[in-house]
């Protein structure tokens, strides 16, 4: 791995730029979440394509797609973070986490499986699979159970994302075919089992974005489910599409959608409001955000990437890479 450009704080999030030895440029992140050290907690995000083919509208890593990383391009990033961090290989951490969610869909690569049986070794290790759940996809999902069966019983975190609960809009917001909700639901029934963690229902709540909880409590468990609520993150696409958070960060609640969140409580679902230290907007580090979208804009957002300086050697990878 060829580490070309890095911004961030080290006690908060590092966002690294690298070339795989196979000449793919990647992004992948290394994060603490405070007041935990990173001796109690230590988050690694990789990305698993060479860009994105959703293009879902709030997301900054969409808009070209140049294929899928092997298994060894995905192991590099997180060797070079483990031994950046831990130089002797053995992560001396209470919950070590590795997300599959920096740049590109992981169920549209099925190499995400071989890495999964390759690090679960790792003591404490938790992955954790963010989808919007790709239709034509059955098969990596059905290996995926039998891996979490395997390796990872009572702490593999899974996610859907779903965004809304409009199917109209929810195809505008994340522009594939994918999985119904009743099919989501039914994959639920039977991958969490005994002490397995439930599996989230992701919404980036905008401020224009339908959701009932009464379809949600119709069609999920929360026996199976939780839901798990976040901000839409400052990028360059939520802009161009009108798209704005309902969170209000100085509460950490929404502010249109505060009724939907009550009545999924009352419905016995979990409730998981995840906002995120605000540097980490700063940093790019976020979901949804990717460095070398900023650095390709000539328009900057005032509110996010500003740690990000101009980096030559990126601008002309990504030349490199469209020629």
């Known amino acids: 791995m060829k580490i070309i450009a890095k911004y961030g704080k080290e006690n908060i999030a590092t966002v690294y730029i690298g070339i795989t030895s196979r000449g793919s440029m990647v992004e992948f992140v290394q994060s603490v979440q405070p007041p935990f050290s990173r001796n109690e907690k230590w988050v690694l995000i990789i990305s698993t394509l060479k860009g994105?083919?959703?293009?879902c509208l709030m997301c900054d890593a969409g808009g070209y797609y140049e294929g899928k990383l092997t298994a060894e391009e995905m192991l590099e990033q997180i060797d070079f973070l483990i031994k950046e961090y831990f130089p002797d290989g053995l992560v001396k951490v209470k919950k070590f986490k590795i997300q599959f969610a920096r740049m590109g869909e992981p169920a549209l690569n099925k190499n995400v499986l071989t890495v999964l049986e390759k690090v679960s070794d790792h003591e404490n290790l938790i992955p954790s699979i963010s989808t919007v759940?790709?239709?034509g996809c059955e098969e990596f999902f059905d290996r995926l159970l039998s891996i979490k069966q395997r390796h990872y019983q009572g702490?593999?975190?899974?996610?859907?994302?779903?965004?809304?609960?409009?199917e109209n809009q929810r195809d505008e917001i994340i522009p594939v075919r994918k999985w119904s909700f009743?099919?989501?639901?039914?994959?639920?029934?039977?991958?969490?089992?005994?002490?397995?963690?439930?599996?989230?229902l992701n919404f980036a709540l905008s401020n224009k974005v339908t959701v009932s909880a009464e379809k949600i409590a119709n069609t999920f468990s929360p026996d199976k489910f939780l839901i798990?609520?976040?901000?839409?993150n400052p990028t360059y696409n939520a802009v161009n599409n009108q798209i704005e958070s309902d969170i209000d960060l100085s509460t950490g609640f929404p502010v249109r959608h505060r009724v939907f969140m009550e009545e999924l409580k009352k419905s016995g679902f979990e409730i998981i409001l995840s906002i995120g230290e605000p540097e980490e907007n700063k940093i790019g580090s976020n979901c949804g955000q990717y460095i070398r979208k900023h650095i390709s804009n000539?328009?900057?957002?005032?509110?996010?990437?500003?740690?990000?300086?101009?980096?030559?050697?990126?601008l002309f990878y990504n030349h490199f890479d469209q020629s």
Do not use: M, W
């Open 182 to 200: 009743k099919d989501i639901a039914l994959y639920g029934e039977k991958f969490v089992k005994n002490n397995d963690r439930k599996i989230a």
């Open 228 to 232: 798990k609520i976040t901000p839409v």
């Open 155 to 166: 702490r593999f975190q899974l996610q859907f994302s779903i965004h809304s609960t409009d």
């Open 298 to 314: 000539t328009q900057k957002l005032s509110q996010a990437y500003t740690y990000v300086q101009k980096s030559e050697n990126v």
């Open 52 to 55: 994105c083919p959703v293009g």
């Open 133 to 135: 759940a790709p239709y």
